[in-house]
């Protein structure tokens, strides 16, 4: 079955970079794209921006842009998420799907970031 | 982008008691690309919903959704122990993709 399994907690300081990555299995890497989604404490989900496993076609949400970049590793099946110049309103988790043929998403576990001086 | 707006935001009902949710669009949702989601503490969202009616692999039959073009609505038949979480809905019809704020099914 689809699994994405998701690297593990990290606490990070203003200003610095994080990079989550989010190893596949159980289905065709290339098959399908991967979103990715964020959430801060308490709250509701955000859409960060979508990649395609297949050729790493990109489009991410615009309050994001220039700060965001998604890649994929198809040797190792593997997703990554990098988010610069933190700030303490970036402390989420954060989750990356697998988008469906029908657009439906599959999720990992999730990554708690923490954006703290 | 579409914006889309979740009632009521809390509901509180019994076990055995039916749940209607309503996730509105400000805009037509393109191909009814609407996704509902399940989420308990602590968890991950869950998918119970694609494609605005499409149940998912292994979701019970008591979730049902329906709607198109800008209201959408996931009901719930008979609520069991485990349906008490909060339930968001997805739009991918056109970029951004976005959620609802969530309504949160707590026991009465």
């Known amino acids: 079955q689809v699994q994405l399994v998701q690297s593990g907690a990290e606490v990070k300081k203003p200003g610095a970079s994080m990079k989550v990555s989010c190893k596949a299995s159980?289905?065709?890497?290339?098959?399908?794209?991967i979103t990715w989604v964020r959430q801060a404490p308490g709250q509701g989900l955000e859409w960060m921006g979508w990649i395609s496993a297949y050729n790493g076609a990109t489009n991410y949400a615009q309050k994001l842009q220039g700060r965001v970049t998604m890649t994929t590793d198809t040797s190792t099946s593997t997703a990554y998420m990098e988010l610069r110049s933190l700030r303490s309103d970036d402390t989420a988790i954060y989750y990356c799907?697998?988008?469906?043929?029908?657009?439906?998403?599959?999720w990992g576990q999730g990554t708690l970031v923490t954006v703290s001086s | 982008e579409i914006v889309l707006t979740q009632s009521p935001g809390t509901l509180s009902l019994s076990p055995g008691e039916r749940a209607t949710l309503s996730c509105r669009a400000s805009?037509?949702?393109?191909?009814?690309?609407l996704g509902w989601y399940q989420q308990k503490p602590g968890q991950a969202p869950r998918l119970l919903i694609y494609a605005a009616s499409g149940r998912a692999i292994g979701i019970p039959d008591r979730f049902s959704g329906s709607g198109s073009g800008t209201d959408f609505t996931l009901t719930i038949s008979r609520l069991e122990p485990e349906d008490f979480a909060v339930y968001f809905c997805?739009?991918?019809?056109?970029?951004?993709?976005?959620f609802g704020q969530g309504t949160k099914v707590e026991i009465k």
């Open positions: 159980g289905y065709p890497f290339t098959g399908y794209g």
């Open positions: 805009q037509s949702v393109s191909n009814d690309y």
């Open positions: 799907a697998r988008v469906g043929g029908f657009g439906e998403l599959s």
């Open positions: 997805q739009q991918y019809g056109s970029s951004p993709w976005t």
